[in-house]
T-cell receptor, first 114, second 114 residues
Framework: DTAVSQTPKYLVTQMGNDKSIKCEQN?????MYWYKQDSKKFLKIMFS???????INETVPNRFSPKSPDKAHLNLHINSLELGDSAVYFC?????????????FGPGTRLTVL | AQSVTQLDSQVPVFEEAPVELRCNYS??????LFWYVQYPNQGLQLLLK??????LVKGINGFEAEFNKSQTSFHLRKPSVHISDTAEYFC????????????FGSGTKLNVKP
């Protein structure tokens, strides 16, 4: 009965590889997000989708491509992984397309690029 | 542009002592303010939020925060902390121009000692 789930929890890979992280929410929310948390715990938004439509696209390298097949899923695909991509990636969802609703976070995916 | 400042990166405190975690923000428009807690190796969980109305907001686990518009602050307080409160605490803000976009502070590590 997990609200926001992410797979995998840990991901270790070599530089130059392509990898995907999956996110699913069973809360019926319309809006989903991807955040990156660096080694200093700084949390920064990357993307946001509202009902499968991209609404926030921060200054993120275009090696990162979000995909939302339906409003319950928001996956993150990363091409040509670099050392600096190592971080914890959090998926989140919110019930309203706005700051009125809290954001529910997944458990995170720790990506390590070697 | 929005910004959130958490002045203290770490706050050590003894069990049953009171604690205040500081958060200041900058914004030229109406804001919505949030405090999240992150326990080790977990995602973020909402403690409390200020959207409008009473400036004193009560949250879960005995935490409260006060919105001070003149000082652009939203400090988090607890009168008596427990060992289990040891975690990372994040202040976040969104505003009326873009409800979806949450800006997070750099976090404050609360370390409760016995």
């Amino acid at each position: 009965d997990t609200a926001v789930s992410q797979t995998p929890k840990y991901l270790v890979t070599q530089m130059g590889n392509d990898k995907s992280i999956k996110c699913e929410q069973n809360l019926g929310h319309d809006t989903m997000y991807w955040y990156k948390q660096d080694s200093k715990k700084f949390l920064k938004i990357m993307f946001s989708y509202n009902n499968k439509e991209l609404i926030i696209n921060e200054t993120v390298p275009n090696r990162f491509s979000p995909k939302s097949p339906d409003k319950a899923h928001l996956n993150l695909h990363i091409n040509s992984l670099e050392l600096g991509d190592s971080a914890v990636y959090f998926c989140a969802s919110s019930p309203l397309a706005g700051g009125f609703g809290e954001q529910f976070f997944g458990p995170g995916t720790r990506l390590t690029v070697l | 542009a929005q910004s959130v400042t958490q002045l203290d990166s770490q706050v050590p405190v003894f069990e049953e002592a009171p604690v205040e975690l500081r958060c200041n923000y900058s914004s030229s428009v109406s804001v919505y303010l949030f405090w999240y807690v992150q326990y080790p190796n977990q995602g973020l969980q909402l403690l409390l939020k200020y959207l409008s109305g009473s400036t004193l907001v009560k949250g879960i686990n005995g935490f409260e925060a006060e919105f001070n518009k003149s000082q652009t602050s939203f400090h988090l307080r607890k009168p008596s902390v427990h060992i289990s409160d040891t975690a990372e605490y994040f202040c976040a803000v969104s505003d009326s121009r873009n409800f979806n976009k949450f800006y997070f502070g750099s976090g404050t590590k609360l370390n409760v000692k016995p």
